[in-house]
């Protein structure tokens, strides 16, 4: 059974940084042949793909994301990361992180749409203040 935690989520000012950490247990094969993504969800948006990393670190990150927020992994210890620099307010989400196995998508596969994800951990709250 796939598992997904979240940490490292809190309140931060705005400029400040958070990392957040997803710990992956339970995957059918290496982690290194899944694709994984973080996304965030507020009440006035919805749900929405933040960043994404492929099996061969390749990326993918949102508009309203990029050169603030970097997406990172690490295999062998099955963790997912989101370095979050100069934090805004309109980043306060619950954020997410989800993976799905690369297969005849090749290893280089991202991905900011839900519906190519088949396991997704509870969340972790982010609250920035001006």
């Known amino acids: 059974q796939v598992r997904l935690v979240e940490s490292g989520g809190g309140s931060a000012q705005a400029g400040g940084r958070l990392r957040l950490s997803c710990v992956a247990s339970?995957?059918?094969?290496?982690?290194?042949?899944?694709?994984l993504g973080w996304f965030r969800e507020a009440p006035e948006t919805g749900r929405e793909g933040v960043a994404s990393i492929a099996g061969d670190h390749s990326t993918t990150v949102a508009d309203s994301v990029k050169g603030r927020f970097v997406i990172s992994r690490d295999n062998a210890k099955e963790t997912l990361y989101l370095q979050m620099n100069f934090l805004k307010p309109e980043d306060t989400a619950r954020y997410y992180c989800?993976?799905?196995?690369?297969?005849?998508?090749?290893?280089?596969?991202?991905?900011?749409?839900?519906?190519?994800?088949?396991?997704w951990g509870q969340g972790t709250q982010v609250t920035v203040s001006s």
């Open positions: 989800a993976v799905a196995w690369a297969g005849p998508r090749g290893n280089g596969y991202t991905s900011l749409r839900q519906s190519d994800y088949t396991h």
């Open positions: 339970g995957l059918d094969h290496y982690m290194g042949w899944y694709f």
